[in-house]
């Protein structure tokens, strides 16, 4: 898909759809979503409007993390069809003009994958040893590990290489492993590890992927001589922030945001280059403060980043104001366009974040015995927070389901719980199961139509029924229609390449009432209590509230898009 010379790069302002395979739509019955399944749910994404879609691993896995601990870069896990069924899916998706970007895992392999089998077959010191983070470890006989780092998902981040090989020369060997044990670190500073993944970029490009989403893009390159750290590992990772947005000092330790990731993708970016068309890629870069956070969207590296502080933000008017203000400003100072997300597979679907009234809250999922968030009030926020992402300049990511006003799975039972996170943690976190259930798409069949014998990896809750797509297809008043009605506007109305000029609605507060132009459109989103009316001469182009509030007002935890003079 080729663009006239004066158009900008479609990545600038794309809304783009993150399919979890596992979970979208499952071909063959087997209750695990697959390649085939998304081929056949085509239809929901071109009628969405969206510009592209992000799949997450579809790779060979042992499945330790949801996909995320890959064994074969370079292929399709059974379980979720073949590289024939890759294939047909990115004709089908770019004959219907949607673009394709897969999900790169360069910080890990799986343990089961060749390059670590090789690795620790290999002698110590050696080349191929070297293309993991394999080092002695500490104290009498290296008993203790090398240093005191721990993984993200609980535990420390090192596990004995010896207790894998059996073998007497690996005794007092640790590889490191910021996630899970079934996760080994690469090493960034082998020439190999360089040369395999130019590789596995090439091999992509080569099949027609129109670029590529990083994954824990921050985390490749470590401190030299992998210091001690007191901070904890699980600060700035999958969307998680311990800090407020916009705050000014934050040191991310050792394993995250070294200078020297940035050269890599650098070179990543001259390799894409060197392909036809604007192939991109999006970085998970838990990155603060925004500044830092820029230097992964610089012309000559990632075109976009994904804006965590976005996602993590409190539902309160002046923290978005400065979310947004802080990025876009940012942003803009390097040339890009900032890249707004609500949700994804790691994190709790914003349509329960937003349904407790203690929305400061970012917990690792939520349990049965966890206090409930209000769905009614979720969904009503959750809608108003997609009209708000979807006025904003720049692109914009949707995870699959929010676009039914899908909540988080809070009552999943912990007997089905998957997440190395709930493992790990020792069954402190939830983890992220509670995110990652299957899709419903027909109210009236088993599994809502996920599959064709109604089997599902996880079950869905029963109230889903009424969320399905085909239940919301016909209603203008669903979240779906809202959703297609707000890419459609966007589109038509070039938001996503606008400039935002903040505005106060007269007679407002802006401490709860957040405004702004975007070209001719002014939007209004209530975060206060009370209504706010709609302005003299506006016209209302769009609105969130979906139980017929009252013509001339925006509700309470409403937003409208408005056109004006
Ligand atoms: C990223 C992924 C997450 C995964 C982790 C380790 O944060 O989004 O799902 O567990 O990396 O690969």
Not at 422 to 438: L, M, N, T
């Amino acid at each position: 898909m080729g663009r006239p010379a004066d158009a900008a790069p479609w990545w600038r302002d794309a809304v783009i759809y993150q399919v979890y395979p596992k979970s979208f739509a499952d071909s063959d019955g087997d209750g695990v979503g697959d390649l085939p399944g998304i081929v056949q749910r085509l239809d929901h994404l071109v009628r969405l409007g969206v510009d592209a879609l992000w799949l997450s691993p579809f790779y060979p896995s042992p499945q330790a993390d949801g996909g995320y601990d890959v064994a074969d870069y370079c292929d399709v896990d059974p379980a979720l069809g073949t590289l024939a069924d890759l294939d047909a899916l990115l004709a089908r998706a770019h004959a219907r003009g949607l673009r394709v970007i897969v999900d790169l895992v360069p910080n890990h392999t799986s343990d089961a994958h060749p390059w670590f089998r090789d690795a620790l077959a290999a002698p110590v010191g050696s080349a191929r040893r070297g293309v993991y983070l394999i080092r002695p470890g500490t104290g009498p006989d290296g008993g203790e590990p090398p240093n005191n780092w721990q993984s993200v998902f609980g535990g420390p981040a090192w596990t004995r290489v010896d207790a894998l090989t059996g073998r007497g020369e690996d005794a007092g060997q640790w590889y490191l492993h910021t996630f899970d044990a079934r996760q080994p670190d690469l090493d960034w500073d082998s020439p190999l590890v360089r040369t395999r993944f130019e590789d596995v970029l090439r091999f992509w490009l080569d099949r027609g992927v129109d670029g590529f989403r990083v994954d824990v893009a921050h985390g490749l390159v470590k401190a030299e001589g992998l210091p001690d750290w007191d901070g904890g590992a699980t600060a700035m990772v999958m969307g998680g922030s311990a800090h407020a947005p916009g705050s000014e000092v934050v040191d991310l330790g050792p394993m995250f945001d070294q200078d020297g990731v940035h050269e890599i993708y650098r070179s990543w970016n001259r390799l894409l280059a060197s392909y036809p068309g604007d192939r991109a890629m999006v970085g998970e870069a838990c990155v603060e403060p925004a500044e830092r956070a820029a230097r992964y969207v610089r012309p000559d590296e990632m075109q976009q980043a994904f804006n965590f502080p976005f996602l993590q933000c409190r539902w309160d008017a002046e923290a978005l104001r400065r979310v947004i203000t802080v990025s876009l400003e940012a942003d803009g100072a390097v040339g890009a366009p900032t890249t707004w997300v609500l949700s994804n597979h790691d994190v709790v679907r914003h349509a329960s974040l937003l349904g407790w009234i203690d929305t400061g809250r970012s917990p690792n999922g939520i349990g049965a015995d966890d206090p409930q968030p209000d769905a009614a009030l979720g969904l009503r926020r959750a809608r108003a927070a997609a009209l708000l992402m979807l006025a904003l300049p720049g692109s914009a990511y949707l995870y699959q389901g929010e676009e039914l006003g899908l909540p988080e799975h809070t009552t999943l039972p912990d007997a089905l719980r998957q997440d190395p996170m709930w493992f790990r943690s020792g069954g402190r976190e939830r983890g992220r199961d509670g995110c990652r259930v299957p899709l419903p798409w027909e109210a009236g069949r088993p599994g809502f139509g996920f599959g064709p014998t109604g089997r599902t990896w996880l079950p869905q809750p029963d109230d889903w029924a009424a969320l399905a797509v085909d239940v919301q297809d016909e209603d203008a008043s669903s979240t779906l229609a809202l959703y297609r009605d707000a890419i459609r506007c966007r589109r038509e109305r070039a938001l996503g390449r606008g400039t935002l000029a903040w505005a106060q609605v007269d007679g407002t507060d802006p401490r709860h009432v957040l405004a702004f132009r975007n070209g001719d459109v002014l939007v209004v989103v209530n975060l206060g209590e009370g209504p706010v009316a709609v302005p003299e001469g506006a016209t209302v182009l769009l609105r969130s509230d979906a139980d017929g509030a009252a013509a001339g007002v925006v509700g309470p935890d409403c937003a409208a898009w408005l056109a004006v003079a």
